[in-house]
C-alpha cells in the first residue's frame, strides 16, 4: 500500500453534500469535479451534538465527545463555582490532555501547520509546527465583533448602541451555535465645526462610531467624516482615529470595501484591523448605512512569535467573521461573497507562504461560509416546510450556489500548492438540515419545577436542581450537593433526579402536532453509547428529533416557531431529499480508491473519529492514543 507523503487537510464548516453533489451535476464546481475524478465522495456521520467544535476535535483526535471534552464551545469543571470563567474551544488545554495527530506529527519531527482551526490549536505544544489565526466565535483575536451603523442627520433622531451576544454567557444555546448577529447604532451626523473637529471644512458632517468589545465594553471608538458634493451626493466618507481630520486613516469607497486601516483597541492598545462598507446612502436625507468589519488583532496571532508579521505583510490582514446578513438582499449578498473570498484566499495564501518559506507536511484549515448561510436559508429551501415560498427559495439557492462556486474557487487555489504524493482530505463537520420548530429546554425545565430562574435570569441555586450551559447544548447537569459549590440534591437522590430531567424531556409534546421533539435523552452513565462520557459532561445527554432545534422560538415560550436552521441540536443523521445534518468527505491521493462511495445504509456510516486514525496510517504515523476510530479500510487499495 501506497503512503502519503504530506496531508492536505481543507476544511469547510457545514459543506452539505446533497447540494454539493446538485451543483456537480449542473457542472458549475470544475476544482471539485476534478478532485472527485481522482478521489472518493462518502458522507461522515458527526459525532453527538453535530457542533463545529465537537466534530473538529473528533478530526484531529479521533476520539468522540467524552474523550475530547469539547461537546460545546466552552469546559467547565462541574466542581468550579458558576462565575469561574471557562475554557474556550481554541484553547489547546480544553481537550484535557486528549491527543492530538498534530502532537504524534510533531514527536515525528513533521511539521504541521493549522489555521483558523476552531477548537484545541491554541497553545499546542508543537516544536516543528504552525499555529495561525485560531478559533471561531470567541476567538482570542477577534476584538470587537462586526457591527452596522445607521448614520442620519435627521434631527430628533435617537442614538443608540447594540451589540446582541456580546456578554458572555447571555447568548441562548440556538445563537451560541449561530454566532452573534452584527449590532447595530443609530448615530447622528453634526456639523464637524459645531462638534469642535480640528483640520475640517465647512459643510462636513461628523460623528462617532462606537466600538464595543467582545464582552459587552464600550472602551474604544472610531470617528466618522462625510462631506458632500455640490451635486448633494457624498463626495467622501473617512474614517478617523480622533475628532480630527487630519487623523483620517481609511478612505471609504461608494463601492465596495475600503482598504485595511489600523488603530489601536483596548486599554493594552493592542494594533488591530478594520474596513468598512457602505450598503446605502441618500444625501437627501442625509443617512449612511456604514457596516464595519470585525476588529482582528494583527499581533500575536500566529505561532512561533515571528510568524504574525511575517504573514501581515506578505498575506495581509485577517478577520473571523461576517459583517453583513447575506440573504437580505442581492448587495448585501454581494458584500458577504467578497468577505468570504477575503477569508478563504488568505487561508491560501498562508499555506502558500508557510510552504515556501519553512515547508509544512500536513496542513489543517477551516473556512465557514457554508454554516453561517445555510442558518440563515435552508428552512426556506425546504419545500415541504411552512418557510418554503418557490420565489424566495429560488433567490436563496441560487445564493447557495453562488457560495459552492466561490468554494469551487478557493479549493482551485488551494489544489495549486498541492504536491506528488499528497492526501487531500476536503470535508465538512456537519451539513444542517431544515429546523422548523424549536424547543426551549431551559423553559421546559421551568415548567416541570426542575429549574427556578432568579430576577437577573441566572439559575436560583437555592431552588433549582438542574441547569444548562448554553455553550454546551446537548447537556443537563444535575445540581448535586458536594460537587457543584451552589448543590442542592442530595446524592442519594441523583439517579432520581436524572430520572426527572429524562421524564420531562421524554413526555414533552409539541401543540401543533403532539410530536417529541427530543429523539433521545440518555443518563451519562448510559450515554457512552453515543460517545459521552468524562467527569465535565452533563447528567443527562439528548439529542432532539428532525426537524427540532434548541433555542428560543419566535415568539417566545417553550415550542414554537423556529428562528432559524440549526444543525448541533438535531439527532446528526437527519436528512431530506435536499439538504442532509450529516457530514461530507473527499479523499484523494496514495492508496484511495477513485470513485468508491460506500453502501452506508448497508455497511454503516464512515464515522468522524475515522479520519484521524486513516490519516496516521495512510501518513505512516502513529493512531492517537485515545481514538477510538477505524481506517477505512474498505476505501483503500490493498
Known sequence: MARAQRLFQIGYDGMNHLLLRRFLAE????????????????????????????????????????SHRLGGWTVRPKDAPWDTPRTMSWDFNALGGTETLWEIADQAERKTLITHYPPGSWGAPLQHGYVVAPGVHDAPFSYALSMRYFVTGRKGAQTSVEQPGAVFGSRSTDVEEEGAPPGSSVVRLESALAD???????????????????????????????????AGHFERVAICRHPDGSSAFIEVPAKGWSAFGYFRVGPEKKQAAVRFRIMQADPSDGTLLLV???????????????????????????????????????????????????????????????????????????????????????????PRGPEYDPTRAEWLLEAQRRTYQLADDILRQFLELEQDGDLICLQSDHGMA??????????????????????????????????????????????????????????????????????????????????????????????????????????????????????????????????????????????????????????????????????????????????????????GLRTPRHSMGAVLWDLLEE
Open 27 to 66: 457542472g458549475s464546481l470544475p476544482a471539485f469535479k476534478a478532485l472527485l475524478d481522482r478521489g472518493s465522495l462518502n458522507r461522515l456521520l458527526p459525532t453527538v451534538p453535530a457542533w463545529t467544535p465537537t466534530n473538529w476535535s473528533s478530526v484531529v483526535t479521533g476520539a468522540p465527545s467524552g
Open 196 to 230: 469642535g473637529w480640528c483640520n475640517v471644512s465647512d459643510g462636513d458632517l461628523v460623528t462617532m462610531l462606537p466600538i464595543v468589545r467582545r464582552g459587552g465594553k464600550r472602551t474604544d471608538q472610531l470617528f466618522l467624516l462625510a462631506r458632500r458634493g455640490a
Open 292 to 382: 464595519r468589519s470585525v476588529v482582528y488583532g494583527t499581533e500575536g496571532f500566529a505561532q512561533p512569535p515571528g510568524l504574525d508579521q511575517e504573514i501581515l505583510e506578505t498575506c495581509g490582514p485577517f478577520y473571523d467573521f461576517a459583517a453583513v446578513n447575506m440573504v437580505q438582499d442581492d448587495a448585501h449578498l454581494d458584500a458577504w461573497l467578497d468577505e468570504m473570498r477575503l477569508m478563504g484566499e488568505w487561508e491560501v495564501n498562508v499555506a502558500k507562504y508557510v510552504q515556501k518559506t519553512r515547508g509544512w507536511d500536513l496542513h489543517f484549515s477551516h473556512w465557514h461560509p457554508f454554516d453561517w448561510i445555510n442558518h440563515a436559508s435552508v428552512n426556506y429551501l425546504d
Open 434 to 619: 431544515p429546523t422548523h420548530r424549536m424547543g426551549n429546554i431551559p423553559n421546559r425545565l421551568q415548567d416541570v419545577g426542575l429549574l427556578v430562574l432568579a430576577p437577573d435570569g441566572q439559575p436560583d441555586w437555592s431552588r433549582s436542581r438542574a441547569y444548562v450551559i448554553p455553550e454546551r447544548g446537548a447537556e443537563i447537569y444535575v445540581n448535586l450537593a458536594g460537587r457543584e459549590p451552589m448543590g442542592i440534591v442530595p446524592p442519594d437522590q441523583y439517579e432520581r433526579v436524572q430520572e426527572e430531567i429524562i421524564d420531562a424531556l421524554l413526555d414533552w409534546k409539541d401543540p401543533l402536532d403532539n410530536r417529541r421533539p427530543i429523539a433521545l435523552a440518555l443518563k451519562l452513565q448510559d450515554a457512552q453509547i453515543i460517545g459521552y462520557w468524562g467527569d465535565i459532561s452533563g447528567d443527562v445527554v439528548m439529542v432532539m428529533n428532525r426537524g427540532y432545534g434548541w433555542g428560543t422560538p419566535i415568539g417566545g415560550g417553550t415550542i414554537g416557531k423556529s428562528r432559524t436552521a440549526l444543525h448541533g441540536s438535531q439527532i446528526p443523521t437527519s436528512e431530506t431529499p435536499e439538504l442532509s445534518n450529516m457530514a461530507c468527505c473527499i479523499l484523494s491521493g496514495p492508496s484511495v480508491k477513485i470513485g468508491y462511495e460506500r453502501d452506508w445504509q448497508r455497511w454503516g456510516l464512515m464515522r468522524m473519529v475515522d479520519l484521524a486514525p486513516t490519516f496516521a496510517h495512510l501518513l
